[in-house]
T-cell receptor
């Protein structure tokens, strides 16, 4: 597709269950980000992948959260043993980092996956 | 610190100007951005400004940057109902890699 695609768009789960959220970035984009959006909290950075470099995991809130990016394209965010405070919209974004040219910082966001933990 | 703060709500009448404000605490920011999020959608880049500039104009949008006060604002002239959305400011820090730090977002409501 032309844009960043995320699935599922909505997920309701029970406390303690594991969930996987998927992100398909724009083809050719080398950078991929996960953010979490909670009411009144703005966007919270979770993790960032850039090419073959080690990901920046500094925003992951606990070891229940993990993410991988296979083949430099699709990414999966996994939350284990979900808690009610994990309820939020999880946003994925991708960007093309041009080499040798100025990066404008434009991220292309998907529509998000809304996670509700009961 | 990397806190980026915005007021949560702003209501204006159609045709008036809107001014959305943002304050940040880290003076080492290199670029600053305004993103727009329409209901049920992801964020979209509106405009950006380099930290060595103090103003940027783009059609109905004017961005003002006061580095001394660490204050960024977005002015929307002739605000329309289609401008109703959440507006986020964001920054990239010097030495922070390519990670954008976003503010809490300001919900703009445009009334007829």
């Amino acid at each position: 597709g032309a844009g960043v695609s995320q699935s599922p768009s909505n997920k309701v789960t029970e406390k303690g269950k594991d969930v996987e959220l998927r992100c398909d970035p724009i083809s050719g984009h080398t950078a991929l980000y996960w953010y979490r959006q909670s009411l009144g909290q703005g966007l919270e950075f979770l993790i960032y992948f850039q090419g073959n470099s080690a990901p920046d995991k500094s925003g992951l809130p606990s070891d229940r959260f993990s993410a991988e990016r296979t083949g430099g394209s699709v990414s999966t965010l996994t939350i284990q043993r979900t808690q009610q405070e994990d309820s939020a919209v999880y946003l994925c974004a991708s960007s093309l980092m041009p080499s040798g040219r100025l990066w404008t910082g434009e991220l292309f966001f998907g529509e998000g996956s809304r996670l509700t933990v009961l | 610190g990397e806190d980026v703060e915005q007021s949560l709500f702003l209501s204006v009448r159609e045709g008036d100007s809107s001014v959305i404000n943002c304050t940040y605490t880290d003076s080492s920011s290199t670029y600053l951005y305004w993103y727009k999020q329409e209901p049920g959608a992801g964020l979209q880049l509106l405009t950006y400004i380099f930290s060595n500039m103090d103003m940027k104009q783009d059609q109905r949008l004017t961005v003002l940057l006061n580095k001394k006060d660490k204050h960024l604002s977005l002015r929307i002239a002739d605000t329309q109902t289609g401008d109703s959305a959440i507006y986020f400011c964001a920054e990239i820090l010097t030495g922070g890699g390519n990670k954008l730090t976003f503010g809490t977002g300001t919900q703009l409501k445009v009334e007829l």
